[in-house]
């Protein structure tokens, strides 16, 4: 009875030392998984501004949208003052 018992202790002992074990890796994981979380949306707002920042900049050499944007509504100005001026 006294061996069986002994037994029962040393398995509680091993046990209780893997769950502590376990317990400080859960902890870690949680904070290596917040950390990367962050990362990931610093990461989502930079591709976000990358993505505003490219229909301001000509990238791929071709005509920049925004550019020929500003062109339009300039034109469009333009063609309003020349309006009022015949007025």
């Known amino acids: ?6 037994v029962v202790i040393a398995d509680n002992k091993r046990l209780a030392a893997a769950l502590e074990k376990s317990e400080t890796r859960n902890r870690e994981l949680r904070d ?20 505003t ?3 301001f900049v000509n990238v ?16 469009e100005i333009e063609n309003c003052i020349a309006l009022m001026n015949k007025q």
């Open 1 to 6: 009875m006294k061996v069986k018992i002994g």
């Open 32 to 51: 290596s998984n917040k950390l990367l979380t962050e990362q990931v949306e610093k990461l989502e707002q930079l591709v976000a501004s990358n993505a």
């Open 53 to 55: 920042a490219k229909g």
């Open 60 to 75: 791929s050499g071709g005509a920049n949208p925004a550019v020929e944007r500003i062109d339009e509504l300039l034109d």
